[in-house]
């Protein structure tokens, strides 16, 4: 096959595959600190496995949503360039260990994420707070509105699903700021999940209402698991909307550097991930979609999910690692 049938639309095609062992990489890196109670080492090992995994592409990546900025994160800060160098310039978000709490605690959903894409096409978004709500694919356009009650969210989609409300699920997470929200929601009759970390994943979740039992997510977390949230739901189909929380003077003009103007816009998908992107997530712990990291006598095993945007298709790849010295 030639490099332009590879390229055809968007992203070279091959990297779907190759991205695989980024997240996998990080994913057992982390896993060896489950349950430890110690947060920053599970984060550390995940963080430099990935770089050095990620540095092996042939990619002339940009780490655009990363740990941080360059002077509190030493390793794949924002700006950060990745790979060989020989490749396509491409974008990058990433969360080596989404849910450094879950994994310490060695609770559900923890992952290792990545979104590539075209360059220029993810929000570069600060890391402060996002007002969330997104569900599946499947409903109308419109079955949500972040400024709708979250009574009036929940009866849309219940009446866009054909079931009553208390057949309804959405996922929250457990926070002192959701107080409201979770009263709100609850008086409706719909069904809370509540989680302590892990929005990516309670985002990612709506769009396989059948398997995880999350129909729509609501609430604030990080904005750069917004982006990588939105990054996947660009590949799978759902809805999303977001708007970050700029309280502050000293916010607004963080964002502004950014080249963010209107600080009360509300993003959608395709303005949070826009071009071809490509989304893979390794499990950490067992989750309500993917399973965690297993250490056998003899091999390794890993399940993850890589999605591409242009091609639509959802790949669950389960592998087993027998080069143990590797890892
Ligand atoms: C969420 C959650 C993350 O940050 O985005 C959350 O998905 C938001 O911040 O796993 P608070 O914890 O301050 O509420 C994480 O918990 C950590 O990245
Ligand atoms: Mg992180
Ligand atoms: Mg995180």
């Known amino acids: 096959m030639n490099a332009s049938a590879n390229t055809i639309a968007g992203l070279d095609r091959i990297l779907t595959m190759e991205v695989v062992r980024v997240t996998e990489r990080a994913a057992v890196a982390a896993a060896r ?49 990745v790979g060989t160098g020989k490749g396509p310039a491409v974008d990058i978000a990433l969360d080596p260990l989404e849910g450094t709490t879950i994994c310490a605690k060695n609770l559900p959903n ?22 969330k709500i997104a569900i599946g694919p499947g409903y109308p356009e419109g079955t949500i509105d972040l400024d709708a009650s979250p009574a ?35 008086a409706t009759g719909a069904a809370i999940r509540l989680i302590g970390d892990g929005d990516v994943a309670g985002v990612i979740h709506t769009t396989d209402p059948e398997e995880t039992g999350i129909d729509i997510y609501i609430g604030s977390g990080g904005a750069p698991e917004g982006v990588l949230a939105a990054a996947a739901l660009r590949c799978t189909g759902g809805q999303m909307q977001g708007r970050l929380i700029l309280d502050t003077p000293e916010k607004v003009e963080r964002a502004a550097k950014m080249g963010i103007a209107d600080p009360n816009k509300v993003y959608r998908v395709d303005e949070m991930a826009r071009g071809d992107v490509l989304f893979a997530a390794t499990g950490v712990t067992d989750g ?12 390794i095993t890993t399940d993850t ?17 027998q080069d143990l010295d590797k890892f």
Do not use: W
């Open 288 to 299: 309500n979609m993917l399973a965690g990291v297993k250490f056998g006598r003899n091999y």
């Open 33 to 81: 600190l489950r349950g430890r109670g110690d947060e920053k080492a599970a984060d550390q090992v995940a963080v430099d496995a990935m770089r050095s995994e990620l540095n092996r592409l042939n990619i002339k990546g940009t780490v655009v949503i990363g740990e941080g900025e360059r002077d509190e994160a030493p390793m794949l800060y924002i700006g950060e360039e």
């Open 110 to 131: 923890a992952l290792a994420v990545i979104a590539i894409a075209e360059k220029g096409s993810l929000l570069f978004a600060p890391d402060v707070y996002m007002d």
């Open 305 to 321: 999910i890589v999605l591409r945007s242009s091609s639509r298709t959802v790949r669950e790849i389960k592998a087993r690692h």
């Open 152 to 186: 009036d969210n929940i009866a849309s989609l219940a009446k866009a699903k054909g079931v009553p409300v208390n057949e309804v699920t959405a996922c929250i997470l457990d926070r002192p700021r959701h107080a409201k929200l979770i009263e709100a929601v609850r």
